[in-house]
């Protein structure tokens, strides 16, 4: 099978079509029509393109293919959530890799929660991705790939699309919102993502509004202004510690980049205001980050930043010393950022049962080999 379409900007489809003979004259209308298909439409055939001559179909299924990421496994949380370990080649050496991605239900919108690499090159310290050194970067295919997966199997697809042209409805839609917060650090993996997001946003295809995708970083400050300049989404900074004493230690990439340079760059992110802020991530840390000293200080810390924070109550998993703070403390630390006017829901965990939460995100394999050596250890200790 043929190089996939699935992931092209507009100018590589059309060398695409010019490869197989469309000429020149022809390449912005037909580049249009595939966009289409493709975007909007979700084809998985392109005998489904029907605007497209049969000819040139024909040629397009000889040349390239538009197929999805293999499905390992689909589950449903008893709250509604779902997710989804994908299966893609190695693209080189190796095995084929497996990421997570997750669909998280809510009142009047959907989130879906992409994965940007197989594994992580960070390893905070609360974080069970970041036990699985980093494989590979995915390719703007398969970032993109997950997003139409999910619509597929959401059947969140314009069944009777409008003519190409035509606004895209916004309103009814099921994935409605996209937040780079998988596996992996998206802006460790700058060019695939930033293709694959603009393709997110592009209005005659996915179309969803830069407002609602969200990229979330542990904190690369070289890449923030890029990120800002060239996708220009919304942006997520994982923050977790207000001294870098504390943040070195859960984050180690801040001994690269402490706080106040980090700080400086969210400033500095082109379009923030209080309609657009940025959102601080806070994961609450029985006896670590939990307390109200800890709250005043991130609120003097983000003051004149038009912000939110996100207080995560920390997700266990399997041979983690951390605990989630009790909720008592939780409430207590809310409501001082709260009081400073930090709008900060707590983000109720979602889809914990199969492992579908904020961190707990890993290839199958991965988490095999710990039940192994749990089981391992049990034996063991008996
Ligand atoms: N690598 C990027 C994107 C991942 S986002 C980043 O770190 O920002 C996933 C979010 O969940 C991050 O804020 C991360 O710090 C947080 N997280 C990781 N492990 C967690 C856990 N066990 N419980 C709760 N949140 C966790
Ligand atoms: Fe990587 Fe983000 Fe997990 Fe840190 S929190 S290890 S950066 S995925």
């Known amino acids: 099978m043929g190089p996939s379409l699935i992931g092209m900007s507009r100018a590589a489809l059309g060398d695409a079509l ?15 029509q595939l966009w289409h298909w493709l975007y909007l439409r979700g084809a998985t055939d392109f005998d489904q393109m029907t605007s497209v001559s049969k000819d040139l179909r024909q040629a397009l299924a000889a040349a390239y293919a538009i197929s999805r990421p293999e499905i390992v496994t689909e589950q449903v949380s008893e709250d509604g959530t779902r997710k989804w370990l994908l299966r893609f080649p190695s693209r080189g ?15 009047g919108r959907g989130t879906l929660c992409l994965s940007s690499q197989v594994g992580c090159t960070l390893s905070c310290s609360f974080c069970h991705t970041g036990t699985q050194k980093l494989v590979r970067n995915l390719t703007a295919e398969e970032i993109v790939g997950q997003i139409l997966l999910a619509r597929d199997r959401l059947g969140d697809y314009v069944e009777r699309a409008p003519p190409p042209g035509d606004d895209v409805p916004s309103t009814g839609r099921l994935v409605s919102n996209i ?33 609602r995708i969200t990229l979330s970083t542990s904190g690369v400050v070289p890449m923030i202004p890029r990120a800002g300049e060239e996708i220009g989404v919304m942006l997520a900074i994982s923050l977790h510690a207000v001294r870098d004493e504390l943040r070195d230690e859960l984050v180690p990439l801040n001994k690269k980049y402490p706080i106040a340079e980090l700080l400086a760059a969210v400033r500095a992110y082109p379009g923030l205001s209080n309609a657009r802020r940025a959102t601080f991530e806070y994961v609450m840390l029985k006896g670590v980050n939990d307390t109200a000293a800890d709250a005043r200080e991130l609120v003097r810390l983000l003051a004149g930043i038009p912000a939110k924070i996100n207080l995560i109550p920390f997700n266990p998993w399997p041979g983690n010393a951390y605990e989630c703070s009790d909720w008592t403390q939780i409430e207590r630390f809310a409501e001082i950022v709260n009081a400073a006017g930090y709008a900060s829901p707590i983000r109720t965990p979602r889809g914990r049962d199969i492992l579908a939460a904020c961190g707990q995100l890993k290839s199958e394999s991965e988490r095999m080999k710990l039940r192994e050596r749990m089981a391992l250890e049990a034996m063991i200790a008996n």
Request: without cysteine.
């Open 18 to 32: 010019r490869a197989v003979g469309v000429p020149d004259r022809q390449v912005n209308m037909r580049t249009g």
């Open 179 to 211: 937040v780079m917060m998988g596996m992996g650090e998206p802006l460790y993996n700058f060019d695939n993502v930033k293709d694959a997001l603009l393709i997110a946003a592009d209005g005659d295809g996915i179309a969803l509004s830069r407002r």
């Open 93 to 107: 050496a190796g095995r084929p890799v497996e990421i997570e991605t997750v669909y998280i239900p809510e009142e």
